[in-house]
């Protein structure tokens, strides 16, 4: 059955290193998000791609963050380098929205496993 | 302040009873309110979506309400399960996405 996957499930690294984190959204979604979710902030909205271009990035630390989508079947989040404040469970989501809207759009988001990752 | 206040923050109920959550949000403007489920170690599943014009949704045993005027939204879970036991989030969409902090529901036999 469809689904979104996202690897790895877990992720433990020291501080400073280089993290990637990828998702394969559900064939045929055209809309990709990357949301961050810890116990003192719940979640938060990264980053989403539309038709794998970035509509918004707001929500990402600009300096240590970056999110792409190299093709319709590959997201990426990369953070370098690594801080313990960045210890969380980061999720994937997609969904199919029409096209040219923002995050307002009427779509129906599916949500991958998500990667835990504890940075020490 | 959180722009969207969910409550309680944690309900424990016995099998086979109702309970009802509530999101009171102050988002401004208002394009779509969602409900989520989210099982412990998994990514949240999609419960309802609600625009403007709509002020009931279910899903199963699953009932959201929402009232634009007032700016408050309910879930109403009926015939409560043991599996009803998750977090419940609410999210408000607007020219971005405002989160709930989530309601702890703890479903006991």
């Known amino acids: 059955d469809a689904r979104v996957t996202q690897t790895p499930r877990h992720k433990v690294t020291e501080m400073g290193q280089e993290v990637t984190m990828r998702c394969q959204p559900i064939?045929?979604?055209?809309?990709v998000f990357w949301y961050r979710q810890t116990m003192m902030q719940g979640l938060e909205l990264l980053a989403y791609?539309?038709?794998?271009?970035?509509?918004?990035d707001s929500g990402m630390p600009k300096d240590r963050f970056s999110a792409e989508m190299p093709d319709a079947t590959l997201a990426t989040l990369k953070i370098q380098p690594s801080e313990p404040r960045d210890s969380a469970v980061y999720f994937c989501a997609s969904g199919l929205g029409p096209d040219g809207l923002a995050v307002s759009s009427y779509n129906e988001q599916f949500f991958g496993p998500g990667t835990r990752l504890t940075v020490l | 302040k959180n722009q969207v206040e969910q409550s309680p923050q944690s309900l424990i109920i016995l099998e086979g009873k109702n309970c009802t959550l509530q999101c009171n949000y102050t988002v401004s403007p208002f394009s779509n309110l969602r409900w989520y489920k989210q099982d412990t170690g998994r990514g949240p599943v999609s419960l309802t979506i609600?625009?403007?014009?709509?002020n009931t949704k279910s899903n199963g045993r699953y009932t959201a309400t929402l009232d634009a005027d007032t700016k408050q939204s309910s879930l109403h879970i009926t015939a409560s399960q043991l599996s009803d036991s998750a977090s419940y989030i609410c999210?408000?969409?607007?020219?971005?996405?405002?989160f709930g902090a989530g309601t702890r529901l703890t479903v006991k036999p």
């Open positions: 609600m625009t403007f014009s709509e």
């Open positions: 791609f539309r038709n794998r271009a970035p509509l918004d």
């Open positions: 064939l045929g979604h055209n809309t």
């Open positions: 999210v408000v969409i607007s020219n971005d996405m405002r």
